[in-house]
């Protein structure tokens, strides 16, 4: 039986699929036993997708039953997710769990409970008072013909590990989210969509579970520029909601100094699957990286109050249409990518997340 991860895939990788082919998308963390899934699909060849890492009915004991929302609007995230692939041409999406959820499989979706060797356990502090809980947010989404579709996901999974391993009694990091928001689906394949108002209104509900278990401070890491806007939203409700509890959002990772300080492209080189993320994953998974095929693409749409580099600047906010701007799929200069740069980047932006949760810490119960 051959196993494909999805996320490892470059965007023309993903479009080379058989539309046949069995999509995977577990709930939870654990090890599935995929080889008695393919028997039972009668299958030589399975394709698995990020684990939905919460808000999932669970059982007590494993912590992820703070994080459970409403069925219904898991199923509408559900949906979010296997809608695209559908839209895509994927004819078998199959959503995977170690126990039978009624509320999915009433919602319409494809789901199985699989044997699994290890249910995901979430180490649920004791207490969430004192500490920052850090919801850190990835995507599923085309970078161009070099890097992986993990690797928004890649590089906020790494920077929470790090968070953990400095901070420990500081910090709680939850699992990394791998479904985001994307407005150019239809340009490149693999990308994936959960929509920004299920967006929206999924994190709302987690934020409120995080409030009920105790959470005063909560702090959205997010490694893709297209959840911006939808955190934004999420963090002006929760503020409204929740108004003793500090939540608030950052634009993207590495805005630090370093990153002006050891970059070789100019201005336009680090927007999308450029010189920034292709350091990144360099550094991280270079297993996952196709250097020969990195390309250069700097010369997009731009004016004296909009421009792209790794945040969008200027007075307006504006979406030009992908496939004006790019060949590739990036917005960048993906060739001047190097694993050196990758790690000083990482342990910059470390730092400058470190000094973030110092920032926020005195802030718990701030009415």
Known sequence: MELINYTDLTYPEVAGLPRHVPLVI??????????WLAK???????????????????????????????????????????????????QQV???????????KAGGLN???????????LQWPGELSTRVVV???????????????????????????QLVDTATEEVFCLPVWPYGVSTHTREFPGTLNLGGRVFEDFFLAIVDRLVSA???????????????????????????????????TEWLHTTGPELQLYRESKLGGMGHGGELE????LHLRPDLVHMDRATREVDFT???????????????????????????????????????????????????????????????GIC
């Open 26 to 35: 577990p709930l939870g963390l654990g090890g599935y036993d995929y080889s």
């Open 40 to 90: 039972t699909l009668q299958t030589e060849r399975l394709v698995c997708l990020p684990a939905v890492p919460f808000g999932f009915q669970a059982s007590v004991e494993s912590g992820l039953a703070h994080l459970a929302v409403d069925p219904g609007l898991f199923q509408r995230v559900m949906w979010g997710i296997c809608g695209e692939l559908a839209s895509q041409g994927f």
């Open 94 to 104: 199959y959503f995977v769990g170690e126990r039978d959820d009624p509320q999915l």
């Open 111 to 121: 789901f199985m409970v699989i044997p699994c060797n290890g249910a995901y356990q």
């Open 135 to 161: 919801v850190s947010t990835g995507h599923t989404e085309q970078h161009g013909y070099h890097l992986p579709l993990s690797t928004d996901s890649l590089i906020v999974q790494a920077l929470a590990e």
């Open 214 to 248: 105790g959470a005063g401070m909560i702090y959205f890491s997010n490694g893709h520029g297209g959840n911006h806007s939808f955190l934004v939203n999420v963090v002006k409700y929760a503020g409204e909601r929740h108004p003793t509890t500090f939540i608030a």
């Open 278 to 281: 292709t350091s990144y994953i």
């Open 302 to 364: 731009s004016t004296p109050n909009y421009y792209m580099d790794w945040v969008e600047g200027g007075s307006l906010v504006a979406n030009p249409p992908w496939t004006d701007d790019t060949r590739s799929g990036i917005y960048g200069d993906g060739t001047l990518g190097t694993a050196a740069k990758g790690r000083i980047w990482l342990d910059a932006a470390t730092k400058q997340k470190l000094a973030i949760i110092k920032e926020i810490q005195p802030k718990c």
